[in-house]
């Protein structure tokens, strides 16, 4: 059913696993943007990861869902898990569009996200429905964004938001082979996720 919100936040990632990097990006935009709400979206197929093994979609959303149940801002949607084929952007911003008519979108990425979006699919339009938002990360300067986005249209580019959030030089990948080699990942990610991944079993082969 559509709902009226004035101004809205998606997040969208692999999220295998969801981790404060994400979550801190998240919220940092949604005050820095008075956001009403934040939607994450974990990526069923993410369409750029083809040459590696992500876990099962189902086990990501769960733990997407575990890690924003404590903030009354923050949601999820099933819609990309959902979707047949690759997870692209632009089908899924159509898609809140129309379960939200009349909201202003900003689409929430890390720096390094945002320096790939030159690839993505059908760009310029993307740009017109949304703003995006470039989480500072640690190890992706963003820097001159209009001289490294040159295939974008300028007009487009000034879609782009750049937000300075707290330094977290935490990653997916990271934890992920923490895991495997035994070691810590308390205090990376919440408690919630790091029981799930535990309790599964996941990331140890
Ligand atoms: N530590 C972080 N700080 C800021 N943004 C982040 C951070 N980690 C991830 N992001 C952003 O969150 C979004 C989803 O990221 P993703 O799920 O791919 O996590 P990741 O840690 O980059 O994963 P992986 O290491 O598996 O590539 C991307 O836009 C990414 O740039
Ligand atoms: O639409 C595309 O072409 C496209 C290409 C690469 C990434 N994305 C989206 O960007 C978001 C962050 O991706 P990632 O790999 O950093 O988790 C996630 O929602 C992806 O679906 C989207």
Redesign the pocket.
């Known amino acids: 059913m559509a709902q009226t919100l004035k101004r809205l936040g998606i ?6 696993p ?5 979550l ?2 998240a919220e940092g935009a949604r005050h820095a943007f008075q956001l009403e709400k934040v939607i994450f979206i974990p ?1 069923g197929r ?1 369409p750029h ?1 083809t040459g590696r093994k992500i876990s099962d979609p189902h086990h990501r959303w769960i733990m997407t869902e575990l890690a924003v149940a404590s903030n009354p801002y923050f949601d999820t949607s099933s819609i990309e898990v959902e979707r047949p084929g690759y997870s692209y952007t632009i089908d899924t911003v159509r898609e809140v569009r129309n379960l939200y008519p009349g909201a202003e979108i900003f689409f ?7 320096l790939e979006i030159l690839n993505w699919k059908n760009v310029n339009e993307l740009l017109e429905m949304c703003w995006f938002i470039a ?4 190890g ?1 300067p963003l820097g001159n964004l209009k001289r490294r986005l040159a295939g974008i249209d300028p007009e487009h580019v000034k879609r782009i938001i750049p937000m300075e ?1 707290p ?10 082979a923490r895991v495997q080699e035994g070691r810590p990942i308390k205090y990376l990610l919440p408690e919630p996720v790091e029981a799930y991944i535990l309790n599964r079993g996941l990331y140890k082969s």
């Open positions: 997040m969208g990632g692999t999220f295998d969801i981790h404060y990097g994400h801190v990006a990526a993410p990861k929430i990425t890390g720096a390094d996200a945002v989480a500072t990360r640690p992706y959030v330094a977290l030089a935490i990653s997916s990948t990271e934890i992920r």
